[in-house]
């Protein structure tokens, strides 16, 4: 299964510097091998059997090919019987042995910080998915949705997974079982359920009839709207997706939402766009669920980039999820600052539809709370005050009615706006209001001109335009422009 024991580095890929402070326009990752693979035909690279049999499993095989201290290597030994390891050859390609901070490498490669629990406060079952769960596998929680735990299977394990309590399982469910069944019974017999989410593990590692009777199943049943599938095979394993029969079964499903897990740019690989633009294709939507992870993506130009590249392949980023509190991934977790921080750069920097519901799963079960910089300042009997990601600040009033009857009072700031003397506050040197052309409208009867970008309280005197000679001896009057 593991090819060699030799340890090579990663050829350096060429990066040109961007030309300006923004963004890069194109995904950062570009197709590359390990060259522990580098003679394997395409054939074999694109298949994803091959790439499934030749995963690394252990910390044998990752000893040869990254470094590791002897203290770590003893930690990692332990870890080894308590949580499940599999990197498919293609996403450890993606990894920087040279860098033991690499964001790729942080999300698979056990580290010894998972045998530590620095707050006391995590939990093998954080959501409280199992108390919640009225036959075996089956989560339901909000009344119109359930949620399937359908297998304990990955392409990769992720080191903060939310579900390592599922993935502890050794082995697979091959055929139909019992609790398959009683899931899809519970979904028939309770019909305000509308959507559902297949999840697992990851449920494309299912075996096509498995996998199918899932989806022919809820298909069948008139009142499930949804059929959500909860995959990383596109970012982990994106040639599982190159098999027209497994995209066929998705797209003839009519209802499938494909739910995936893109966490940082350099995932965005031309053979992850290849495996969304064929789903695509088939009529299947894409969500992209990001998690805030330390060290991986808690910045925001990691964010934008990430954003704005499952915008050029038509994957709409939906969650941005705090890390959830579950064992073993205490060390991932950053503050939910952090998170506000993160999207106070996002609003107004990029395309709203490129802007994920930051949000928190609140303990006890208590479900997905968003969480927004706060936007709402103050507010009155007749106006909200509001600001915008520039800091401007504005008086809103929401309904057609007059003001409140009332003692007007000489205030100012923000206390000015929810008065009604002032219909906002600009920051000094605010680069929109400056790249505005100041333009001039006439009001009333030759009465004056004000300046149309004002708030209207400033007014000054008509100014005689001059004449222009042309050149031909006739004077024309010069435009305002």
């Not at 350096?12 to 030309?19: K, T």
């Not at 579900?163 to 079982?177: D, F, I, Q």
């Not at 004002?454 to 335009?465: H, K, N, Q, V």
């Amino acid at each position: 299964m593991f090819e060699s024991d030799a340890r090579h580095p990663l050829i350096e890929r060429a990066v040109a510097p961007a030309a300006s402070g923004f963004e890069d326009e194109e995904p950062p990752s570009q197709p590359r091998r390990h060259p522990l693979w580098k003679d394997v035909p395409d054939a074999q690279w694109d298949d994803w059997r091959w790439q499934t049999q030749n995963s690394i499993r252990s910390v044998r095989q990752l000893r040869t090919l990254l470094s590791f201290t002897p203290e770590e290597l003893e930690a990692l030994g332990e870890l080894e019987s308590e949580y499940k390891l599999a990197i498919p050859p293609y996403f450890f390609s993606l990894i920087d042995p040279e860098d033991p901070n690499d964001p790729i490498r942080l999300q698979s490669v056990p580290s010894p910080l998972e045998a530590e629990s620095a707050s006391g406060h995590e939990l093998d079952d954080p959501l409280e998915e199992e108390k919640d769960s009225p036959v075996p596998g089956l989560t339901h929680r909000y009344s119109d949705r359930a949620l399937l735990v359908t297998t304990p299977n990955c392409t990769m394990y992720c080191r903060y997974c939310t579900r390592k309590r599922a993935t502890l399982t050794r082995g697979g469910w091959e055929g139909v079982s019992a609790d398959d069944e009683r899931m899809i019974q519970y979904v028939r017999e309770h019909r305000e359920i509308k959507d559902v989410i297949v999840s697992g593990g990851d449920p494309l590692t299912l075996p096509m009839g498995k996998l199918r009777y899932y989806l022919e199943s809820l298909k069948a049943m008139k009142h499930v709207d949804v059929i959500r599938v909860g995959t990383r095979v596109p970012v982990t394993l994106p040639q599982r997706l190159y098999d027209p029969e497994l995209i066929d079964l998705l797209g003839s499903a009519e209802k499938v939402y494909v739910q995936t897990h893109f966490n940082h740019p350099r995932e965005v690989t031309p053979e992850a766009v290849r495996a969304c633009k064929s789903l695509l294709r088939a009529g299947v939507p894409i969500n992209n669920h990001t998690v805030l992870l330390k060290g991986v993506n808690d910045d925001v130009g990691t964010m934008r980039s990430l954003f704005r590249a499952l915008l050029r392949a038509k994957v709409r980023p939906y969650y941005l999820f705090h890390c959830d509190p579950v064992t073993g991934a205490g060390h991932f977790r950053t503050s939910v600052w952090k998170g506000l921080e993160i999207m106070e750069g996002l609003r107004g920097h990029m395309s709203g539809i490129g802007i994920p519901t930051y949000v928190v799963d609140g303990p006890q079960g208590s479900g997905k709370i968003p969480i927004l910089p706060n936007y709402l300042i103050s507010m009155s009997d007749d106006v909200v005050v509001l600001r915008n990601y520039e800091g401007m600040i504005v008086r809103y009033k929401a309904d057609d009615k007059p003001m409140s009857a009332g003692q007007p009072t000489t205030t100012k700031g923000v206390s000015g706006l929810l008065q009604g003397d002032k219909g906002s506050l600009i920051p000094e040197g605010n680069e929109r209001m400056a790249r505005r052309k100041p333009r001039v409208v006439r009001d009333g009867c030759g009465g004056g001109e004000r300046d149309a970008n004002s708030d209207g309280a400033a007014m000054r005197p008509i100014i005689p335009l001059p004449l222009l000679n042309s050149g031909n001896g006739n004077g024309n009057i010069a435009s305002n422009g």
